[in-house]
């Protein structure tokens, strides 16, 4: 996820930072402890979507680091796939594996989870596509 700036736009990142802020300050939004090891020192808010600013994971230094690496090399192997994919012929990928074109969008798009059985899937595609002679 690269800064929220670049994706939304300053002015509705400013307001989904105000947002979120505000609700942390009047306690509507509590800080909770670190998801993954439970510790409470310097515990940050992390968002997933810069849509809902309520909607928080809790995490320390390390793990808030941690899980952001993670998410960066899901998205880049995402970002990989869909380029192959792209090459191959979005079209021809979706017909074999049976999927809606828009559904394939979607989820080489990030805007919905690609399972590891369709990344299989895909790939297994990719190869098949890849072998068979161009028209
Ligand atoms: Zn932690
Ligand atoms: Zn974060």
Not at 47 to 55: A, F, G, K, N, T
Not at 99 to 118: C, I, R
């Amino acid at each position: 996820m690269g800064w929220g700036s670049d994706i939304i736009g300053i002015s509705k990142y400013h307001n989904f930072l105000y947002q979120y802020r505000k609700a942390v300050k009047e306690g509507r939004l509590i800080r909770g402890k670190c998801m993954i090891c439970g510790g409470t020192y310097r515990v940050a808010g992390h968002h997933e979507s810069y849509y809902e600013p309520l909607r928080v994971l809790w995490f320390c230094d390390t793990h808030h680091k941690v899980w952001h690496k993670a998410r960066r090399d899901s998205y880049l192997e995402l970002f990989a796939l869909k380029a192959l994919v792209d090459r191959a012929g979005r079209k021809a990928v979706a017909a074999k594996i049976d999927m809606p074109y828009q559904t394939l969008s979607h989820k080489l798009g990030g805007f919905s989870p690609l399972f590891d059985d369709e990344k299989k899937k895909i790939i297994s595609a990719l190869e098949e596509v890849a072998k068979s002679p161009k028209e």
